[in-house]
């Protein structure tokens, strides 16, 4: 029986998957793996966990793989991608095919059809295909400039959004959470940290502006709003160029900040069919993992990764 392992490397997590030719048999998810965020080492014990437990999950020896697929951000570089590949043959003597995160995200929403996916984690991207097979992506060049609507974004804007309303009088149930988890003495303090170089993890902040969220905390939920409707605008500018005049669009979704919030969700719908109806919305959030175990299938029958 072959074996084929696939992995999602991402900033925050790594998740692994090994199964045979039709079905799963192992999961597992580790800590971040993307080497331009966080540097050779800690990319290299994220992978490796990922790896190791997922085969542990699997009841597989590494030996075993036949073929593995692994999406990483910024593997159209070829040093990211040699980096990668030499990371994992450490652990694997098989062949690795390194790929980057939007096409095991696609892989994973459409196969080998149209459509486009967007994706909403720690950052943000969207990326289509069309009938022809011509892609084209938004978004998701890094923190400083991007990702809007992403984990980051949404810890760095809440932050902003707690302080303004400070300014005026409010002192919203999120900005006492923020000061709890950051360990802020006063607001000083809180400032000081949000500006310090390199600055702080701001999506580890998500699950605090979402729990504030569901609780009614307006601020909280106005910064979620925000992120909705700003990644609506990802997966527009792509269909603009791609399907423009065409009929019903495949639009699917990935990332932890769609699958745990009904709000980012909700607004990003309703923003992208406003401008285009015809936009055929998957509710459920697809899983790039998946789209990498297929690609790995897919190498072992010599066809290549786009």
Same mark, same amino acid.
């Given at each position: 029986m072959a074996i084929y392992?696939?992995?999602?490397?991402?900033a925050t997590k790594t998740t692994c998957a090994v199964g045979d030719g039709k079905s799963v048999l192992g999961m597992a998810t580790a800590g971040g793996s993307n080497v331009i965020r966080l540097g050779e080492a800690r990319a290299r014990e994220g992978l490796h966990?990922? #790896? *190791?437990? +997922?085969?542990?999950?699997?009841?597989? @020896?590494?030996?075993?793989?036949?073929c593995a697929c692994v999406g990483a951000s910024g593997a159209g570089r070829a040093e990211v991608s040699d980096l990668v590949a030499r990371m994992m043959a450490e652990l694997v003597s098989?062949?690795?095919?390194?790929?980057?995160?939007?096409?095991?995200?696609?892989?994973?929403?459409?196969?080998?059809?149209?459509g486009v996916v967007t994706c909403a984690g720690t950052g943000s991207f969207a990326y289509g295909r069309d009938g022809s097979g011509h892609?084209?992506?938004?978004?998701?060049?890094?923190?400083?400039?991007?990702?809007?609507g992403s984990g980051q974004w949404i810890g760095r804007t809440a932050v902003g959004a707690v302080l303004r309303a400070q300014e005026n009088g409010e002192r919203p149930g999120l900005l006492a959470a923020i000061e709890k988890a950051w360990q802020a003495t006063s607001l000083n303090d809180l #400032? *000081?940290? +949000?500006?310090?170089?390199?600055?702080? @993890?701001?999506?580890?902040?998500?699950?605090?502006?979402l729990s504030a969220a569901n609780s009614g905390d307006t601020v909280a939920r106005t910064v979620l709003t925000r992120a909705g409707t700003e990644l609506a605008e990802l997966p527009?500018?792509?269909?603009?160029?791609?399907?423009?005049?065409?009929?019903?669009?495949?639009?699917a979704m990935v990332g932890g900040v769609f699958r745990q919030s009904a709000l980012v969700r909700q607004v990003f719908y309703n923003n992208l069919v406003?401008?285009?109806?015809?936009?055929?919305v998957n509710p459920t959030v697809v899983e790039p993992v998946l789209g990498a175990l297929e690609l790995a299938r897919k190498a072992t029958a010599g066809q290549v990764a786009r």
């Open positions: 392992l696939g992995i999602d490397g991402g966990a990922a #790896v *190791r437990q +997922a085969c542990v999950a699997a009841c597989v @020896d590494p030996a075993q793989i036949e098989c062949r690795v095919q390194v790929v980057g995160d939007t096409v095991i995200a696609l892989q994973a929403a459409f196969g080998s059809g149209p892609n084209s992506r938004a978004g998701g060049w890094g923190f400083a400039v991007s990702d809007e #400032v *000081r940290m +949000a500006n310090a170089s390199p600055p702080p @993890d701001f999506s580890a902040l998500f699950p605090l502006v527009r500018r792509v269909m603009r160029r791609l399907f423009s005049g065409a009929g019903s669009v495949p639009v406003a401008e285009f109806p015809n936009a055929t």
